[in-house]
């Protein structure tokens, strides 16, 4: 009887612990009643397609292309204010300012809509995309679409329609005063649907310089979130923008619409399935420096003295 009472109770028990709505995985549980990272086909079939981001970027497999150029920003020096929201799965600000992107072998200028990031716990491991299998604190992504297009959704049908920069951050010893009025902003957006107004903030001053911004690896996959659209052109730099573990941590003091502190905002990587993944000629030409220089060093017997 008790074996049959179980086989009974089970199903209903797996319905209870599931539901329409899609979270990450450290909000998964029975009481959550929401889909994880595992279950997101079940919310958006997309979610389960062979184009799927993030990835982890395998440096030695990463392929040589020449095309993978500077990009020439326009905008992203003007000084913007914004509304910046907890929209119940990140932080998000738009911008209301025009902004665009073009070069490193995109086919079209792409103007900028917004840009949210994805974290851990307490400043631990929390981006989407990992490098070979390194995973770090933060990462941002900065979303366009072509400038032909006036709303997103319809940059959404478009296999190239959108273009998104993703940045990653890494802990420092000193503290990023350029994020002082941002990560003091999340004192105000605790909870779902908090909003303030982000002032005098430019792009420019979120990322790193454009000198150190040559080194990038491009793909083609998706959004990260459902519906998992494959309509994204990524471009993943290598420099980290450096934060203090203060900045780091302020992120986790934002809440889940449950209430529970959001952390762990990221999705897993997901299967390559053969795409190719570029590299900058920019990042090849440092690695390639850094190898004459050994072997120069090896020809002329440079070596350290025992």
């Known amino acids: ?30 009481d959550s009643h929401c889909k994880g ?7 958006n079939a997309d979610c389960g397609k062979n184009r799927q981001s993030p ?7 990463t392929k040589l292309d020449e095309r993978l150029t500077p990009f020439k920003f326009t905008g992203y020096q003007s000084i913007f204010d914004s509304t910046m ?25 792409y103007k900028a809509v917004q840009f949210h990031l994805h974290w851990g716990t307490d400043g631990g491991p929390g981006s ?42 890494e802990e420092s010893s000193t503290s990023n005063r350029k994020y002082d009025l941002f990560t003091h902003g999340l004192r105000s957006i605790q909870n779902t649907n908090g909003n303030t107004t982000l002032r005098k903030v430019s792009l420019n001053q979120l990322i790193p310089p454009e000198s150190n911004m040559t080194n990038y690896y491009r793909y083609d996959g998706s959004l990260t979130t459902p ?5 994204v052109v990524w471009t993943v730099f290598e420099n980290p923008i450096p934060l203090d573990g203060e900045q780091l941590r302020a992120f986790s003091t934002l809440k889940f619409h449950d209430g529970k502190p959001m952390a762990g905002t990221f999705r897993p ?31 002329f017997g440079l070596s350290r003295p025992n």
């Open 1 to 30: 009887m008790r074996c049959l009472l179980s086989a009974c109770l089970l199903p209903l028990i797996l319905h209870s612990c599931t539901g329409a709505d899609w979270c990450y995985q450290t909000q998964v549980s029975c």
């Open 227 to 231: 519906g998992c659209t494959e309509a």
């Open 269 to 299: 990587v997901q299967p390559r399935n053969g795409r190719v993944v570029y590299r900058s000629s920019s990042a090849a030409i440092a690695a390639s420096t850094v190898l004459i220089l050994a072997s120069i060093g090896a020809a």
């Open 37 to 43: 990272p595992d279950q997101w086909s079940k919310v």
């Open 85 to 109: 929201k907890n929209n119940g799965h990140s932080v998000q600000v738009s911008i209301p300012i025009t902004a665009t992107v073009s070069g490193g072998n995109l086919e079209e200028t």
């Open 128 to 169: 989407e995309h990992t490098i070979d299998g390194e995973q770090y604190p933060m990462e941002l992504h900065i979303v366009h679409m072509k400038q032909r297009y006036n709303r997103l959704e319809d940059a959404l049908k478009d296999p190239s329609g959108v273009a998104v920069l993703g940045f990653f951050y």
């Open 55 to 61: 990835i982890n970027i395998v440096t030695k497999k």
